[in-house]
């Protein structure tokens, strides 16, 4: 997830504009500008000539929306006799073990729980406050816990909540909006994800599918037509999709960025200009419209050939020009503004190898091994623990690290099964367990926004000129808690327990899923109430000191969906047949059972 609008709370936390940002909105990093540049500023107006079709390109005609062929073949229903096999990229469980049928039912209660609170005070509004039991439209008014939640039911099979919810959504009209522009990045990953997971689910005969079978097919024409109005949002000089999109006059909204060199660019950040792959891909497989596949590879070309090249490859910044293709800053990292394209660069060849996703996991790849050599860092006092830096605008480690980059040791466990290189899981284990760090050394037991440290190397006491410490990394380095002041907040993140329920699934070993289940405990003791779930606001404090009256739509998509299959039997929802997008939305790989 994720560019994730911050709830509202970090908006006032952080003083910053969240409609400003695009997805993920990002937190001004401590530190940043406190180091030196290792690389050049951006110094000139960037223009990267456009993409010249290379013969392969050329031959699958994807980078050019112009040159789609359309065909009304349905691939996914008739190439079954030529699909590859699926990799096998769990491990293998001895059949019988490796769930726990109590506490998934714990946390199917949960999800039952939230649920009836947004039905009897939210029902047909996108989220639910809890606080003051109303409802809220902040994401269009489509309804978007129903979309976004809509698959964690079929995966329990809540059989009354799924018919409930499939007869809503076969009535929502995604083609107009009262409220304003549409944002791009979280409309694909929320509704666009949401609507076409839980067609493949119950398409798959892999779960209950005894529901009304025209609004079954309502999943998918209702992602084609909000995704018809979402294709106006790449018509840029590039492809690279705008922020927005005006669902009234179908046009791009361009966001800005201003560089180091003083320029103002038409810009959207990377994550969410490169987080479109894998719900587009999926729909021109079931639609058998190629245009839609077209769209997202045109834009992606520029953030895999990134101009300049960024300070360690693969580690691009977290701005582009959708006008003229350059990258437009260094601030490299699995962090908010950048994570998601590059998970879904290796996710998108899994999803399906072919010419153009094998240069996305070559990418990925040398993003992974930069990352490797120069941002997994030990913090001082702390040499078994990884901790994955962010970098600044001019590409120096800030020695922070945001919960959103969490997500990244899954990611990597993931792409070293995928690809078969052992030495990723290495990694993986690692950034699994720095991120499990920064949840079982706090009261609650649950993780903050955000934190920071001394790296390893310095010496200590620190070198004044990056002492530019509130406590916090003094703190880190004596008692290994390094919570930054102000980022103590515990909104509905998944992005620990999706690395430990990749964790769990791919070694097998029980350690990870006690780490879900202590979460699933401190969860159920701080962020729940008497109406449903909330966010904490202080997860240093007993019981999160306070709650703030927001229940994202991925507290039901993400949290209890990744918690829940971590307890259900390890063949559900495997992770060889399914890839999740970054809305932990299961779309199925293209691969015979
Ligand atoms: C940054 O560069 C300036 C000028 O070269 C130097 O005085 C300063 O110490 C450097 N700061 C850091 C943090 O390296
Ligand atoms: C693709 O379309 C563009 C613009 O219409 C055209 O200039 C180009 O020649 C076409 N390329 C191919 C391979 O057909
Ligand atoms: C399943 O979870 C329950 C609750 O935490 C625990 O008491 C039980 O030992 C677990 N069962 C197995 C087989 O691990
Ligand atoms: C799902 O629920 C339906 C209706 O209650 C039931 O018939 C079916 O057996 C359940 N399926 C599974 C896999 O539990
Ligand atoms: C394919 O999708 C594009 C993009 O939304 C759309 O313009 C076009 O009409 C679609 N083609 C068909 C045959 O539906
Ligand atoms: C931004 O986009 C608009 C509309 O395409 C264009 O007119 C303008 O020149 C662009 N600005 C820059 C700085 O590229
Ligand atoms: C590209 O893919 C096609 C089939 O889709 C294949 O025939 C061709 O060899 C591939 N080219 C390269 C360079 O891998
Ligand atoms: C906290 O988590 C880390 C990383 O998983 C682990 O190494 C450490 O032993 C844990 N500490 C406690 C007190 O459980
Ligand atoms: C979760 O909290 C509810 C309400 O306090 C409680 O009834 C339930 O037993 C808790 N679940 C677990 C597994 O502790
Ligand atoms: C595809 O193959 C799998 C396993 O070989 C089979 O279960 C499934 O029914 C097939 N699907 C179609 C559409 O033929």
Redesign the pocket.
Known sequence: MILKPLPRVFSLLLLLPVRALAARPSIVPIGQGKTNATVGAINSPLAITPPVPVATATASGYFFAANATTSSAHPTHTSNATLPACKSVQYAFPSGTGGNATRAAAVKEAYQYAFNAYVEYAWGYDELQPLSKTGTNDWYGWGVTVVDGLDTAIVMNLTDEVSKMLGWIQTVDFTTTPDGDVEMFDITIRYLGGLLSSYDLLKSGQFYNGYDPDQIEALLTQAKTLADKLAYGFQTPTGIAAVDVDFSTNTPVEGTYTASNGVTYNSTNTASAGSFLLEWYRLAALTGNETYRSLVDTGEYYLVHPNPSPTYPGLVGTQFDTTAGGMLNFAGGWHSEVDSFLEYLIKSYHYKADNITEEYADFWLSAVKSTEAHIAVHPYGFD??TFLSAMDTNGGLTYTMDDYSCFAGGNFLLGCKVLGMESLCDLGIAAA??C??T???TTTGLGPLYWGWYDSDNTYPPDPTVDIDNGYRRNGAANGEFIVNGNEVYASFPESLESWFYAYRITGDPRWAE?GWDMFLSLNETARNSVAFATVNNVGMPWGESQSNSLDSFFFAEVLKYMYLMFAEPDIVDLGKWVFNTECHPIQVQCKA
């Open positions: 078994d623990l367990d720095g499990h760090q949840y079982n050394t780490y």
